[in-house]
């Protein structure tokens, strides 16, 4: 089945504590995004990838890192969490430019 | 700055009746694709429809059909017919460049049988 999978779904952790949010799609896809969705702002862009260690900012980085390694994969880092990233976060992939984008599930962090 | 603003956080629509969201955004840029997207309560973000910048057609899809006005920069989504499943948040959204999103904050859909 064609899909974009993200890992974990749910995480509460603590300021300061490292963590990864893992995105692969099985599509083959070129393009990836990151999105982090907050009431009333909807869906903003962090990072985006368009191609295998090709990777560029969105509208809202500060305080993210991400890797395109491979093609399927495209993680993403908090390197230090603070409780105002708190969000629900969306991976998304797409064949090409004018292709339509698939998300994954959405993962729900929360920071204390 | 490239903006996607839409008026209504939230609309009712009867079941069977007629419901338009509205959408406007703010750009310079020529080329560029405009998108809806549902999100029922799972959260899975769906794509609902999509209009190029460069076609004068206005896009439809089944129960779903745009309006499209370029130079107002409107474009607002009508669903025909509403059902109970039609009940998500919808968002409105501008791609330009390869990879570039915005998105709108989102209107609320509720359908009342």
């Known amino acids: 089945e064609a899909q974009v999978t993200q890992n974990p779904r749910y995480l509460i952790t603590v300021t300061g504590k490292k963590l990864t949010v893992t995105c692969s799609q099985n599509?083959?896809?070129?393009?990836m995004s990151w999105y982090r969705q907050d009431p009333g702002l909807g869906l903003r862009q962090i990072y985006y990838?368009?191609?295998?260690?090709?990777?560029d900012k969105g509208d809202v980085p500060e305080g993210y890192k991400v890797s395109r390694k491979e093609k399927r994969n495209f993680p993403l880092i908090l390197e230090s969490p603070s409780p105002n990233q708190t969000s629900l976060y969306f991976c998304?992939?797409?064949?090409?430019?004018?292709?339509?984008?698939?998300f994954g599930p959405g993962t729900r962090l929360t920071v204390t | 700055a490239q903006t996607v603003t839409q008026s209504q956080p939230e609309m009712s629509v009867q079941e069977a009746e007629t419901v338009t969201l509205s959408c406007t955004y703010d750009?310079?840029?020529?080329?560029?694709?405009l998108f809806w997207y549902k999100q029922p309560p799972s959260r899975q973000m769906i794509l609902v429809i999509r209009?190029?910048?460069?076609?004068?057609q206005n896009a439809t899809e089944n129960r779903f059909s745009v309006n499209f006005q370029k130079a107002a920069k409107s474009f607002s989504l009508k669903i025909s017919d509403s059902q109970l499943g039609d009940a998500a948040m919808y968002f409105c959204?501008?791609?330009?460049?390869?990879?570039?999103?915005?998105f709108g904050p989102g209107t609320r859909l509720s359908v009342l049988p």
């Open positions: 209009q190029e910048a460069y076609k004068q």
């Open positions: 998304a992939s797409r064949l090409g430019r004018t292709y339509e984008q698939y």
């Open positions: 599509m083959n896809h070129e393009y």
């Open positions: 990838s368009m191609n295998v260690e090709v990777t």
């Open positions: 959204a501008y791609r330009f460049g390869g990879q570039n999103f915005v």
């Open positions: 750009t310079s840029e020529s080329d560029y694709y």
